[in-house]
């Protein structure tokens, strides 16, 4: 697994779109690349996300 930094080396943002709010949608593009254990990977990565309708209805709960 690999942890991105903004790094913008590593990575670009080709497109990015739509809300982060209740009922928005959020779309995007990243494309970008990177040398780990000696070699050249490439990625993509396309999106289409719609964030939950609703609150949650309660937080995070211990020993209930």
């Known amino acids: ?7 913008r080396k ?6 990015l779109r739509g809300e982060v709010t ?3 949608r959020l779309t995007g593009k ?4 990177r ?5 050249s990977y490439r990625f993509e990565l396309v999106f289409n996300l719609a964030p939950p309708t609703q609150e949650a209805a309660t937080g995070v709960a211990c020993g209930s």
């Open 10 to 15: 590593e990575f670009e943002i080709e497109s």
């Open 22 to 24: 209740s009922g928005g």
């Open 30 to 33: 990243l494309t970008g690349q």
């Open 35 to 39: 040398t780990s254990d000696g070699r």
């Open 1 to 7: 697994m690999w942890v991105m930094m903004d790094n």
